[in-house]
């Protein structure tokens, strides 16, 4: 059980907290790139517990700043975005990306003093389809993440939102844990329907692996693992990492193919933005049975309400908890575990049913949820030093840490050490990218 101290800190995020303040310290994904259009209307986000506003100048840089305006804190969300910045409607002061007051036109020009005035706004940076942001001191800005996935070029990336309504830490602990893969989404496949070339056969042959994990100096990793479906003596591992502050690299695919990364950005306490970084042959493969159809459940919903203006309004899913995310019982019973439609969808129904932010100290934890259990303390850990003397992990500040990080699976003799023989696909990988 997790004491509720614990569980206050890692929850909440918003300006003056303890999570806040260590998420503050690293970029953020903050929207995707098709969401601004120069001289376009303002975007309202929320991150981190704050209201902004975004919009894309005629010029094509985004800026990301305070939804108030600083002379009388109207909302700047109504303001008139136009040549290369955005002017506040109540009394038309006009502000450009970087917050700098351009003109007062309700002060006669001798009373002027725009030059001392200047809007809360934070640096950002557009890559790959994404536009980031960074909201801590703007005078100690780290460079962006390496992560293998946000670095593909726009021909060759996938970026699909979705919003949860629920903590950032549930999102994320939902692609740390690796055995609800054999139930939640697996639960109705047995190994002999699983294609033959599909390692998820392993998967459902053995439902319960044996773990290891290990700290990084990024984050943590863990490795599932489980003698290979027909004998041989050989073991499937399923290998993945957790890389601060909220990024996790699931272990979807085999390890060769499998470029992905996923943001669980907090917009608040109680809800989150899904970021899915994906290459798009990663995309493609798909868990098959033995008859060469889709398995039930494996895919991705894209139905999605419309957006609206609201400080929440963006990338929610039509299947949600006030229609039951269309649970079908009929198909439950008889096809699939859980009579939900497909994977995402399945972790959203059981992330968001724990509760907006769920109480800890009410689990009886196993062996099971060891990487859970590392990740909190190491991100309490990892808090609990910056507070003290400001000190931050590497892969905040040191190129290259992520180099060669990668989730999947993989199978290996059983007599090769877990890490020897990630170590080895790493190395293949790398060689076939030459």
């Not at 303890?18 to 376009?40: C, H, N, T, V, Y």
């Not at 100048?57 to 955005?86: K, Q, W």
Request: some cysteine; aromatic content about 8%.
């Amino acid at each position: 059980m997790s004491r509720a101290s614990d569980n206050e800190t890692l929850s909440r995020v918003g300006p003056g907290s303890a999570m806040g303040g260590f998420m503050r310290k690293f970029w953020i994904p903050a929207a995707l790139s098709s969401e601004l259009q120069a001289d376009g209307d303002p975007l309202r986000l929320m991150l981190l517990g704050e209201k902004l506003i975004a919009f894309r100048d005629s010029t094509g840089r985004v800026g990301i700043m305070d939804h108030r305006c600083p002379h009388r804190c109207a909302s700047l969300f109504f303001g008139r975005n136009e040549e290369d910045g955005i002017r506040c409607v109540y009394h038309g002061w006009k502000f450009d990306v970087d917050g700098n007051c351009l003109d007062m036109a309700n002060v006669p020009a001798a009373q002027d003093f725009k030059h001392k005035v200047k809007a809360r706004a934070y640096k950002t940076h557009e890559r790959n389809g994404m536009i980031w942001v960074y909201m801590g001191d703007q005078s100690d800005i780290p460079a962006l993440p390496e992560i293998e996935a946000t670095l593909l070029c726009e021909e060759d990336v996938l970026i699909r939102a979705a919003q949860r309504d629920c903590n950032w830490l549930q999102g994320l602990e939902g692609d740390i844990d690796t055995s609800h893969l054999s139930f939640l989404h697996l639960g109705a496949a047995q190994a002999g329907n699983v294609a033959a070339d599909n390692d998820q056969q392993h998967v459902v042959a053995a439902r319960a692996p044996e773990y290891i994990v290990a700290e990084t100096e990024y984050g943590t990793k863990y490795a599932s693992f489980r003698p290979t479906e027909g004998g041989g003596g050989d073991t499937y591992w399923r290998l993945a990492h957790y890389v601060f502050p909220f990024w996790a690299l699931p272990p979807n695919r085999p390890i060769d193919i499998n470029i992905i990364g996923r943001a669980w950005v907090p917009l608040d306490d109680t809800h989150t933005m899904f970021y899915e970084f994906i290459h798009k042959d990663t995309r493609k493969r798909m868990r098959m049975d033995k008859d060469g159809n889709r398995l039930r459940g494996d895919g991705v919903d894209s139905a999605f309400r419309d957006n609206d203006t609201g400080w929440l309004g963006r990338w929610r899913l039509a299947a949600n908890a006030g229609n039951d995310y269309r649970i079908d019982r009929d198909i439950q019973r008889s096809e699939s575990f859980t009579g939900i439609s497909n994977i995402h969808l399945q972790d959203q129904a059981v992330t968001e049913s724990m509760g907006a932010i769920t109480d800890r100290t009410l689990e009886h934890l196993s062996p099971s949820d060891e990487m859970i259990a590392k990740t909190r303390r190491r991100i309490l850990g990892a808090v609990r030093a910056f507070q003290k003397d400001g000190r931050l992990p590497v892969v905040r500040d040191q190129s290259g840490v992520l180099q060669g990080v990668r989730s999947g699976s993989y199978v290996s003799p059983a007599d090769v050490d877990w890490m020897d023989a990630y170590d080895d696909h790493m190395r293949a990988v790398a060689k076939a990218a030459e």
